[in-house]
């Protein structure tokens, strides 16, 4: 009896460990020590300007800001610089208001995120390049943002941010 028992529960613990590892609840051991989370999102409009001359639209594209924070992925774990990331890059992908397919952006800022820390990272919205002739003006569009970096140690780590992206109008 006692051997059934423990044969039982060895399977339930074994069903547990495969469902945890199908729903990505389960950390295999290899990967990173730490996450990558975002904090604080800030995406300025892009302005735009109508020059009654020429009657074209002029875009200004201020930088946006993303703030990152670099979290022990359990409690008590300890920080080395090993678990400081380097964000190598963005991806940014867009979902326009009028169905509008626009390319996704990648950059590459290449901030580093201190162990138990944060850092701020700023880049472009969306590429001035990547709205000329495209009607934008008066849209807006809702952005994915992919960060994905590496530990000192050599393991990747990424996050997802969302924010808005507004254009406002030329008239």
């Avoid at 639209?57 to 924070?69: H, I, P």
Wanted: hydrophobic share 45%; aromatic share 6%.
């Amino acid at each position: 009896m006692y051997r059934r028992t423990l044969l039982t529960l060895a399977a339930l613990l074994l069903l547990v460990a495969a469902v945890a590892c199908t729903n990505g609840d389960y950390d295999s051991g290899d990967s990173a020590d730490v996450v990558l989370q975002v904090q604080q999102m800030t995406v300025p409009p892009i302005t735009a300007v109508l020059d009654p001359v020429t009657l074209t639209c002029t875009f200004t594209v201020t930088e946006a800001s993303a703030t990152l924070q670099n979290r022990p992925k359990s409690l008590g774990e300890s920080f080395s610089p090993a678990n400081d990331v380097l964000v190598t890059s963005l991806v940014i992908t867009y979902q326009w208001d009028d169905g509008f397919n626009m390319a996704p952006y990648v950059t590459s800022p290449r901030v580093s995120i201190p162990a138990g820390g944060s850092g701020s990272i700023r880049f472009l919205a969306a590429p001035l390049a990547q709205l000329l002739g495209t009607a934008r003006d008066g849209h807006s569009a809702e952005m994915t943002i992919l960060f994905s970096g590496v530990t000192e140690a050599g393991e990747n780590v990424q996050t997802t941010g969302g924010a808005a992206l507004i254009v406002n109008s030329c008239q």
